[in-house]
C-alpha cells in the first residue's frame, strides 16, 4: 500500500479576476493623488503671503511634493509601505483641509493660520480628490492585510497535526 499523496500546493497568487480590480484602484488612487498635487502647487503662489516662519504657499509646495511621490509610489513600487504613505498623505491632507476650512486654529509656531471659512472650486476638488485616494487607498491596504491573513491562516491549516 502507497502512502497518500500529499496535497497540491497552493498558489499564493491572486486570482485572476482581482488583478484588473486591483489595477484599476491604483489608477483611481494615482489620478486622485496627482489632482490633489496639480491643485495645491497651482495654488501655491497665491498664499505665499500667509505666512509666519514658513508660507502657506510653501506648505501647498511641499503637499503637492508629497502627494506627487505618492502618486509614483502607488503606481511602480505596489508594495504596503507605498500604500501606507499614499494613504497617510491623502488623508492628512484632507483633515488638513477640513480643519482650516472648519476651525480657526490660529498661528501654530512656525505655522501660519490657514484658517479660510469658504468653499470654492478648487478647494472642492482637492478635497474630493483626497477623499477619493483615501477611499481607494483603504481598498488596497485592506485587500492586502486579509490577503496575507488569508495565506498564512491556509499555510497553518495544510500543515499536517501532530498527535
Do not use: C
Not at 505665499?48 to 511621490?69: M, W, Y
Not at 488623508?91 to 471659512?117: C, F, H, Q, S, T
Not at 481607494?136 to 497553518?156: C, D, E, G, K, Y
Amino acid at each position: 500500500m502507497s502512502p497518500p499523496a500529499a496535497p497540491a500546493a497552493r498558489s499564493h497568487r491572486r486570482p485572476r479576476h482581482v488583478r484588473p480590480v486591483h489595477a484599476v484602484t491604483r489608477i483611481v488612487a494615482a489620478a486622485a493623488l496627482a489632482v490633489d498635487a496639480y491643485y495645491h502647487a497651482h495654488l501655491a503662489p497665491q498664499y505665499d503671503g500667509v505666512s509666519a516662519s514658513i508660507s502657506q504657499g510653501d506648505l501647498f509646495r511641499i503637499e503637492a511634493a508629497l502627494a506627487a511621490l505618492a502618486a509614483l509610489l502607488v503606481l511602480v513600487w505596489r508594495r504596503l509601505p507605498a500604500d501606507v504613505y499614499a494613504w497617510l498623505v491623502a488623508a492628512g491632507g484632507l483633515a488638513l483641509l477640513l480643519i482650516y476650512r472648519y476651525m480657526d486654529v490660529g498661528k501654530l509656531g512656525p505655522i501660519p493660520n490657514m484658517y479660510e471659512p469658504s468653499w470654492y472650486t478648487e478647494k472642492w476638488i482637492t478635497a474630493v480628490a483626497q477623499a477619493v485616494a483615501v477611499v481607494a487607498m483603504t481598498a488596497l491596504i485592506l485587500a492586502r492585510v486579509w490577503a496575507r491573513a488569508r495565506r498564512s491562516r491556509t499555510t497553518f491549516e495544510d500543515e499536517p497535526r501532530v498527535l
